[in-house]
């Protein structure tokens, strides 16, 4: 699949591939110059390209269907999974994988939501948006790893929880608010870690972490850029201007504060390079672990609330310069 705003790339990059064939089939022929220069113009461009991405071109790499999901992370940064299933009130949501697994030959709890590469695995998985007993499961199973004092860490990547009718009769916002409530007072280490699209409550369900790290091509929000541009202008074309504003991507996150760190992505998404982008979460998870096990159990709840409480933080115009006067007197 190529996005419209990578159609330069491919382009150029079909020119070299030309030089290259036509050599092969005439030995004679002497293009190596040629392909050398194209070559450089190439990496020049996806430099332009990919550190001058706009939110909404960011939205599309977020939802790109090669993008690595979390059971592609799972074999690349993990060893010994063991999935867990289930909620013991209802039945097995396939949209959230749970389990254990050794993360450096430590035992940890993951949490992850799944979508699926073909229209047969979405419907398996339901395009990663989690029911009610799925958000019960993932509790269960949080639950189990702060009985064995074990690190948490969730991945996330879900357009949303799922609004159909069974969904709602069975509980699904008080599914989502009691994991609010119970992960904030849970005394295990909390990580949690964006990885595709992170949207609404249905992200922010296995999303309450001492620390989030987002993917840097990954998006966060409270609602979908089309949902956005449906609502204030009743037009869902204005969907690249929504994601502007929404601020969704990790750069705004970060100054927000809203986010803890930011995961480089190889140049071009996730996708083009899976083993990479998993070796620079292996990493972020690594040093973000190690911090968080210096805390004791009954810190870092505190912690935790703690980051939630700032967020949304702000100061009015006239009370900053009433500051700044402070400041100069």
């Excluded at 269907?65 to 592609?72: A, G, H, N, S, V």
């Excluded at 799944?114 to 199973?141: C, D, S, W």
């Excluded at 969907?239 to 705004?252: G, I, R, V, Y």
């Amino acid at each position: 699949m190529i996005l419209e705003f990578e159609r330069p790339i491919y382009d150029l990059q079909e020119k070299i591939d030309e030089l290259k064939r036509a050599a092969e089939k005439n030995p004679s022929l002497n293009f190596d110059q040629e392909i050398k220069e194209l070559e450089r113009k190439l990496s020049k461009l996806k430099k332009e390209i990919f550190t001058n991405l706009t939110a909404w071109q960011k939205v599309q790499l977020a939802r790109h269907p090669q993008r690595p999901y979390f059971l592609d992370y799972v074999n690349l940064i993990f060893k010994n999974f063991i999935e867990l299933h289930g909620d013991r009130a209802y039945r097995d949501d396939r949209s959230v994988v749970c389990g254990w697994a050794e993360f450096e030959g430590e035992p940890v709890v993951l949490v992850g939501q799944q979508k699926g590469r073909t229209v047969e695995e979405n419907i398996v998985r339901n395009f990663g948006m989690m029911h009610p007993e799925g958000y019960r499961k993932a509790l269960r199973v949080m639950k189990l790893a702060e009985k064995f004092s074990k690190p948490i860490i969730t991945f996330i990547d879900t357009p949303g929880a799922f609004p159909g009718i069974g969904a709602e009769e069975r509980g699904q916002a008080e599914a989502i608010a009691r994991n609010l409530k119970e992960m904030s007072i849970l005394e295990v280490p909390i990580i949690a870690v964006v990885i595709g699209e992170g949207g609404s409550g249905g992200a922010l369900g296995i999303g309450v972490a001492n620390k989030v790290l987002m993917l840097e091509n990954a998006i966060y929000s409270v609602i979908s850029p089309e949902g956005c541009a449906s609502i204030l202008w009743r037009d869902a074309s204005k969907a690249p201007e929504a994601a502007e504003a929404l601020k969704l991507t990790a750069d705004s996150l970060y100054n927000l504060g809203v986010i803890d760190l930011i995961v480089k992505e190889p140049l071009g998404g996730a996708h083009t390079d899976y083993e990479t982008t998993a070796d620079n979460i292996k990493k972020a998870l690594k040093s973000t672990l190690n911090d968080l096990k210096k805390l004791n159990p009954k810190e870092l709840p505190k912690q935790r609330y703690a980051k939630f409480r700032v967020l949304g933080e702000y100061i009015e115009k006239n009370q900053l310069k009433t500051s700044r006067r402070k400041a100069k007197n």
